[in-house]
């Protein structure tokens, strides 16, 4: 009897349950997310339980593309969802659909690459430089692609390259790219949300999982979107991808997870509990070195997540890139979802993503330095991720050396070596690092018919 009464009390340790200490006011709850592998810390936080340690009755549900989502947790078909950065900020702004949303966790770092076509690619190989074994050197710059896209603005042919959605990271890293090599990706203004005024390349948009057949169709030449759909393209032989976005910004925000406002401020305790859940979701992706990768591919390889093959989704999130057939090189930090505080939602990476807004006209009109810095705060919830994190370290699930407890919610500057374009960003200064790109709208800057003005 004694030593059924210990294992009882041993066993009581190890599961902790969070519900004695949080009171759920919702236990029932939908989430919504894309196919792609960055949904990862939803599918782990099922699989292994921890949405069910915390009282959680979850269930997940792909979405048919990022607009749906967005609708779904605004009208409360979905309660919270993996979103693009950019959707809670833009909707808070009113850029599009207005809404408060709000993100008490970041999902990840890095996870992106640009694909071209086959052909579009032979006709850059000439201006890429090649590494003593003949290899291209990476990472690629759009300068090689600009006499390519000359070229076909000679000839009268458009160039049309995907993106996943106008708020999302990879319209603004695919700008990003092209503008540092030279390329005018267009603007967007009030009257004109094509985003594609003075542009060299047209941008449109293409659902993630579309990416590779409608670039084996030749609609577009080329993309950015998240994996697996860069490795799809090598793996089918129909385009290389040129270059990752830990290359482009090393170690870059990516998605998020987005909830209503109202529903965190109606339910505390089950945004706490979710919280929590994520946090070890993604400290078992990147514990031990990665060595819960393999494991974690098998989750996403499964039809109800990305349902990709699993050597597809294996190229990337397990360390490596393959940029064209048999030229695998090792990329350890590729998808990274705990290391370096990935989770801790930092307000100088919503500010990132505000000046991409700005730089390309989708925000219209300058804004003040304290107004970035104020919609940040409404978006991004440090303080929330901080009490989560802190339950977790209480109940010896976390360490607490692991989160940044003393953070104002500002990163360090990006240093200029950590950027493609060798431009250092300092979230403090919003005005300041947009006065400093090339390539955008600066100051008082406006876009006025097809012209920048002021």
């Known amino acids: 009897m004694q030593r059924i009464a210990s294992i009882l009390a041993a066993t009581t340790l190890f599961v902790t349950p969070a519900m004695a200490e949080l009171e759920l006011e919702k236990d029932e709850l939908t989430f919504g997310f894309i196919k792609?592998?960055?949904?990862?810390?939803?599918?782990?936080?099922?699989?292994?339980g921890y949405f069910d340690d915390e009282g959680l009755f979850v269930t997940l549900e792909a979405q048919a593309n990022w607009k749906v989502l967005l609708d779904?947790?605004?009208?409360?078909?979905?309660?919270?969802?993996?979103?693009?950065?950019?959707?809670?900020?833009?909707?808070?702004?009113?850029?599009?659909?207005?809404a408060h949303i709000i993100t008490p966790f970041s999902m990840d770092l890095n996870g992106n690459g640009i694909t071209v076509s086959?052909?579009?690619?032979?006709?850059?190989?000439?201006?890429?430089p090649?590494?003593?074994?003949?290899?291209?050197?990476?990472p690629i710059s759009a300068s090689a692609l600009k006499p390519v896209v000359e070229k076909y603005t000679d000839e009268g042919k458009p160039f049309n390259m995907g993106m996943v959605f106008p708020v999302?990271?990879?319209?603004y890293e695919l700008r990003y790219w092209l503008a540092a090599g030279g390329l005018e990706p267009g603007f967007y203004s009030p009257e004109n949300i094509t985003g594609q005024i003075g542009a060299d390349v047209l941008l449109s948009v293409t659902p993630p999982p579309q990416m590779p057949a409608t670039m084996e169709a030749g609609t577009i030449y080329g993309y950015c979107v998240g994996e697996p759909w860069n490795q799809q393209a090598v793996f089918k032989g129909i385009g290389v991808p040129v270059i990752t976005d830990y290359e482009l910004w090393k170690n870059n925000p990516e998605k998020v997870f987005g909830l209503n406002a109202e529903f965190a401020e109606k339910y505390p305790n089950t945004t706490l509990a979710v919280t929590k859940a994520l946090i070890r979701a993604a400290m078992w992706l990147d514990e031990n070195d990665n060595a819960n990768r393999e494991?974690?591919?098998?989750?996403?390889?499964?039809?109800?997540?990305?349902?990709a093959d699993y050597d597809v989704i294996a190229n990337s999130m397990t360390g490596t890139f393959e940029y064209e057939k048999g030229d695998k090189r090792d990329v350890p930090d590729f998808n990274v979802f705990f290391r370096y505080n990935a989770t801790y939602p930092f307000y100088s990476d919503a500010i990132w993503y505000l000046t991409q807004m700005r730089r390309w006209g989708q925000i219209a009109e300058a804004k003040p330095d304290s107004w970035y810095d104020e919609v940040a705060k409404s978006v991004y919830k440090p303080a929330i991720y901080l009490e989560a994190a802190k339950l977790l370290v209480d109940e010896g699930l976390a360490d607490a050396a692991d989160f940044p407890w003393d953070s104002d919610g500002y990163k360090a500057p990006t240093p200029a070596e950590d950027v493609i374009d060798g431009i250092a960003y300092d979230g403090r200064a919003p005005n300041a690092y947009l006065d400093s790109l090339p390539i955008g709208l600066k100051g008082d800057q406006r876009v006025i018919g097809t012209e920048v003005q002021g």
């Open 130 to 138: 090649l590494m003593d074994d003949g290899r291209p050197q990476h």
């Open 168 to 171: 999302s990271t990879h319209n």
């Open 36 to 48: 792609l592998t960055d949904m990862a810390p939803l599918a782990v936080a099922y699989e292994q």
């Open 72 to 98: 779904g947790v605004i009208d409360g078909q979905l309660d919270g969802a993996h979103m693009l950065a950019g959707q809670p900020l833009a909707a808070t702004i009113g850029y599009g659909t207005e």
């Open 295 to 307: 494991e974690a591919v098998k989750i996403l390889s499964q039809p109800e997540y990305v349902g």
């Open 118 to 128: 086959n052909q579009i690619w032979e006709e850059m190989k000439p201006h890429v």
